[in-house]
């Protein structure tokens, strides 16, 4: 099986070359925004040498982390002002999916002042064909996905000043408050009213009176809606409305329960008790929709076709 393809990221900065460079280039920098890596250290080299060691690693929870050693060449800087950094990388650690690969950084000045900053990347895998099937499947376009969430978290801290563990909280925040909203709906929508109506939700719609005869397809209409309002929640996360609308159907559908049965506003886990946790979920997230880092703002495959390695602007590898 053969191996997928390399990875390439691409961005544009508003931000001076030095500033992008520091903050790429600095390994206490770097670390800050860089989802990869959770510890970057160079190693001790001689004033005049081309070639700069480092040391990595990344914490995969549990207390566990897998580490490698790479060596980053010096800048190379074209006429219009853009710069190219490459960079070989491996690791021993058997528990490393990732043997070795290799990679380039590239800045490069645009005519509107900014800067196009991108990656390209490939790497050789260890465990044979299974590691490869993995690698395609899942570990590569994670891997993908998370270095183009980082580039996106570099350009909000440099051009407006959100520092990347804010958009790291931020983001885990947003994610936990958006799924636990919409695993209310879903299972709201599944299980009292689609799988078991029996268990109470059938007695409150035949006691509101409002579709006499029909309560059972009412009823299993209602629970489908939900969980529609569910997977709504999820694909339009980051929109506003989402949560405005989805809150005035949830005070709606309270009103309604209490309408239909009062009694059940004074009951220990009621509409009432279900509700208000449901409202806060969705304040939560739509609080924290704005801002966030996106993987999808980063360009994935280069404007101009590349050779393997690069391009005539890049590095061969």
């Not at 993995?134 to 996106?152: I, K, N």
């Not at 109506?197 to 009176?209: D, F, H, I, N």
């Amino acid at each position: 099986m053969r191996k997928g393809k390399p990875i390439y990221v691409e961005t544009v900065i508003e931000a001076d070359m030095e500033t992008l460079w520091r903050h790429t280039q600095t390994p206490g920098l770097h670390e800050q925004w860089d989802l990869r890596f959770s510890e970057i250290a160079y190693l001790p080299k001689a004033p005049e040498a081309r070639v700069q060691a480092f040391r990595y690693a990344t914490h995969i929870g549990f207390g566990l982390n897998i580490g490698g050693t790479g060596r980053a060449a010096a800048a190379k800087e074209g006429q219009d002002g853009s710069r190219v950094s490459a960079l070989r990388f491996a690791s021993d650690d058997p528990r490393s999916l990732i043997r070795s690969g290799a990679g380039y950084w590239r800045y490069v000045p645009l005519p509107d002042g900014k800067l196009a900053f991108a990656t390209r990347y490939d790497y050789d895998t260890r465990f044979g064909a299974l590691g490869r099937l993995f690698d395609r499947a899942v570990f590569r376009p994670l891997f993908g996905w998370a270095t183009a969430w980082s580039f996106d978290a570099l350009k909000l801290w440099l051009e407006r000043g959100i520092a990347p563990a804010l958009s790291l909280r931020q983001t885990l925040t947003h994610a936990l408050s958006v799924l636990a909203l919409a695993s209310c709906w879903i299972y709201e929508g599944l299980a009292p009213k689609m799988l078991h109506p029996a268990s109470g939700e059938l007695a409150l719609m035949q006691a509101a009176g409002w579709f006499p005869g029909r309560e059972e397809q009412a009823l299993f209409a209602l629970g489908a809606a939900e969980l529609l309002i569910g997977a709504a929640v999820v694909r339009w996360h980051r929109r506003g409305w989402t949560f405005g609308a989805q809150a005035i159907l949830l005070i709606l559908l309270t009103a309604a329960g209490a309408a239909a049965q009062p009694s059940l506003m004074n009951a220990p886990f009621g509409p009432l008790t279900l509700a208000l946790p449901m409202l806060a979920l969705s304040g939560i997230a739509a609080g924290t929709a704005a801002g966030l880092p996106r993987a999808g703002n980063c360009r994935r495959k280069p404007a101009t076709p590349e050779r393997r390695g690069g391009n005539r602007d890049a590095v061969h590898l």
